[in-house]
């Protein structure tokens, strides 16, 4: 009944070799379940793995797993890698901050100026992009836990010569309360911050995907109201997407940006 090979005639199928293709920046790539094309913009890690992050024609940006054939360029498929930069090369890179990045970096000792911020997502943030540059400068952010602690911890921290404080304020607008309690603290005091009733608002919508931050009646908790209208879940899978949205500078207001660069620049000045 058999021919003396029974596996004559069935030549056996070897999978395709998905090659794998360097993530470089503004690489233009197709998510190959969605169809949703974009350049290259970034990147984040979390417990669930490495993220690309594709900012489509409109402006638009989505993160995306990096999994083996997630990806399409020109109809093909192709398993995306975080690409490698030389030894060489990376003292010439930039921060998150657009700074230039310094290799090797070992943190000075702290000065004894401090940044203050309002929460522990204003201090997360912050670290987010300018990390790098705080930890050449020696600075130490610090959380107030709510400006309604300022008077008290100004108190506690007596600021003078070489303790300088700089603020970073939620909220910061004419005739807020907000704008009222930070005013005249002194020369060695600076208070400056952004619009914004919180710092997530502060990220750009483009950034999360978003057409719009959504507006919420006063009196409700901000966070839950925008996670509700977002379909989000609960504030804290809220903080995971607007967290893992920013990569760079070029993921936050300019208001934002603005108010960290005077502070960083105001408790680094020289005596």
């Known amino acids: 009944m058999y021919a003396a090979d029974i596996h004559g005639g069935h030549a056996r199928r070897k999978a395709a070799v998905v090659p794998e293709v360097a993530a470089e920046r503004d690489l233009v790539v197709e998510d190959a379940a969605t169809g949703f094309c974009g350049a290259v913009v970034g990147f984040d890690k979390s ?13 638009a940006v989505r993160l995306f797993a990096m999994r083996t054939a997630a990806f399409l360029i020109d109809g093909r498929p192709v398993t995306l890698v ?22 090797g970096l070992k943190a000075r000792v ?24 705080l930890r050449v400068e020696g600075v130490v952010v610090e959380q107030l836990e709510g400006l309604d ?6 108190a506690e921290f007596r600021p003078g010569p070489g303790r ?11 005739g807020s309360k907000e704008t009222r309690m930070t005013q005249s603290l002194g020369q060695y005091v600076m208070v400056t911050g952004h619009p914004f009733i919180d710092v997530w608002e502060a990220v750009k919508p483009s950034s999360l995907g978003i057409a719009a931050w959504p507006t919420v009646p006063r009196g409700e908790d901000w966070k839950t109201g925008v996670c509700r209208r977002l ?4 504030p804290q899978d809220g903080w995971r997407r607007v967290q893992g949205a920013v990569t760079s500078f070029r993921d936050l207001d300019a208001t934002l940006i603005g108010a960290v660069e005077r502070l960083v620049d105001f408790v680094t000045e020289p005596e």
């Open 231 to 234: 379909r989000w879940g609960t």
């Open 110 to 133: 702290a000065r004894g100026s401090r940044i203050w911020v309002e929460g522990i997502h204003d201090a997360a943030l912050v670290e987010r992009v300018w990390g790098h540059d």
């Open 164 to 174: 300088r404080v700089g603020v970073l304020a939620d909220h910061l607008v004419e």
């Open 47 to 59: 417990y669930d793995g490495e993220f690309v992050k594709l900012e489509d024609g409109r402006g």
């Open 82 to 103: 975080r690409p490698r930069v030389a030894a060489a090369q990376q003292g010439a890179t930039r921060s998150a901050s657009g700074s230039t990045r310094v290799a």
């Open 149 to 154: 602690h300022l008077g008290e911890r100004l």
